[in-house]
């Protein structure tokens, strides 16, 4: 089924969308928000721009956009996949919990802001570009991915990443020498057993966008994990 979302509400596209049942094409979306929330078994593809919130609270479903998307991608996401053609704006991600969100090029600030872990969910995100400032803020679980493939005069990820981290891990394509971490997080060199466990969503993301996963792979990585002392793990972790 096509939607044309030209002249829909947001509440008329989300109800249009829900009407469809296993799959549709949105076509000249222009900014309307909560496409796809909650939605479990259907596919959904997009042209235009998806306003803020796409897939917020997915519970299973897959989201595909054609260009960019606004803030709050996959907002608070239990299971599915979310994959953007573009950029997307501020808080991807934010207290994902599980699936998957796939970005070929840059996020804004905070993306995976309060990322969890929930039961046997485990919630990944892959950035092509860069990301902003904040990036994995309060990260409690899961796996942020970012991979640098359009270098410029700006460091991989803005100021202040991983600040409040205390749990999961951020895997940044670079060496990160021009990256200022807190002090309650440790950044090291990952070693070939910590790229084994991003090897299958690089694989994806290289189906998806075109790109050589050993190529991916093949450059000097920083994982970032919480520091075991860190005050925050008591404020937010049960034992």
């Known amino acids: 089924m096509v939607i044309n979302a030209s002249s829909l509400s947001y509440q008329a596209l989300n109800k249009a969308v829900r ?10 979306c222009l900014g309307q928000r909560f496409i796809g929330a909650g ?23 897959s989201i595909q956009v054609d260009g960019n998307a606004q803030d709050a991608v996959g907002d608070t996401m239990n299971a599915g996949t979310i994959v953007v053609h573009g950029s997307v704006g501020d808080a991807a991600g934010y207290a994902m919990r599980g699936g998957t969100i796939y ?21 990944v995100m892959v950035i092509g570009g860069r990301a902003g400032s904040f990036l994995g803020e309060y990260q409690a679980g899961g796996i942020i991915v970012v991979l640098g493939l359009h270098p410029g005069p700006q460091p991989i990820v803005g100021n ?11 895997f940044l394509r670079s060496a990160c020498g021009d990256v200022l971490f807190p002090a309650q997080v440790t950044a090291r060199p990952a070693a070939p ?9 690089l694989e994806a993301f ?31 972790v049960a034992n």
């Not at 970005?103 to 919630?123: E, N, S």
């Not at 202040?160 to 951020?170: A, E």
């Not at 075991?228 to 404020?235: E, F, L, V």
Request: hydrophobic fraction near 30%.
């Open 193 to 201: 057993e910590d790229l084994e466990e991003i090897r299958a969503e």
């Open 19 to 28: 009407s469809a049942g296993g799959e549709c094409r949105i076509e000249n």
């Open 206 to 236: 290289g189906h998806l966008f075109g790109e050589n996963p050993a190529e991916l792979l093949n450059a000097p990585f920083t994982v970032v994990t919480p520091d075991s002392s860190t005050p925050y793990r008591q404020m937010y």
């Open 103 to 123: 970005i070929r090029d840059d996020a804004g600030y905070r993306a995976g802001v309060h990322m969890k872990a929930y039961a046997d969910r485990r919630p």
């Open 160 to 170: 202040f990443p991983c600040t409040g981290m205390h749990g999961g891990k951020v």
């Open 39 to 61: 939605l479990s078994d259907c596919r959904i593809s997009i042209g235009g721009i998806p306003g803020n919130a796409l897939g917020a609270y997915l519970n299973g479903a």
